[in-house]
């Protein structure tokens, strides 16, 4: 996550294979809130992305006078902590990117095992689908829905601006336009197969759609996303 103050902003990012890495990195150098640390990511090269001072294997949680945090911290956990009260941050813009839940699965599925998914023949089949939901709803970051996990416990959301996936760089230099902050240029951080996720539903059998849609109908609806 990053907090600016300056800008005024919170950007979340707990859900995964939607190019939060590729924001994150380039909207790190505007994080100003120094009580806040980040615990160091392997999947990417950065000044700041470097382990918390003094702090030996750090955990996400408070230590010291410090509270250090994932990329992927969902904001729940992070009021939970405790560190700051939701009401500092009552006027700041809250945004996240948020993903066509059948692109996202196939990309997890794709990213998660390594299939060659050009290899002929191929479909995301039902097995598939169970696979990935084993994944995602045993991470500590994720709560059953990508709008769930930007939600409070009680279904309440956290998030003023969704930027979409599909819309990412429109998407982003809309909120930056609105933040007045600089133009912030995209990397490409890691490699999602995004040729293939173009023509997502090729790959999709009648029953995994079905799935897909039933488990993710919030998503769908709230996000207005269809296959």
Known sequence: MIISHKYKFLFFCPVGNCATTSVYKALLPL?????????????FEHPLNKNPKEILDPQEGIHKDKLIVSKHIPPRR??????????EFENYIKFSIVRNPWDWCLA???????????QK???????????????????????????????????????????????L???????????AVPPIELGHEQNNNNETQKKYQN??????????????KKDIEKFNYDF
Do not use: M
């Open 78 to 87: 992070f009021f939970e902590l405790n560190f700051f009260k939701e009401k």
């Open 121 to 167: 023949g191929f479909f995301f089949n039902e097995d598939h689908f169970y696979n990935v939901l084993s994944k995602i709803t045993t991470s500590k970051n994720f709560h059953k829905t990508q709008y769930d996990t930007l939600s409070n416990a009680n279904g309440e959301c956290y998030i003023t601006n969704f930027l979409k996936f599909e819309n």
């Open 31 to 43: 994080h100003d809130e120094k009580r806040v640390e980040r615990i160091y990511e392997f999947n």
């Open 203 to 216: 790959y999709y059998t009648e029953k995994s759609r079905q799935l897909v849609g039933e488990y993710f």
């Open 108 to 118: 997890v599925f794709l990213k998660a095992s390594r299939f060659p998914c050009s």
């Open 169 to 179: 760089s429109n998407d982003l230099t809309k909120i930056c336009g609105k933040l």
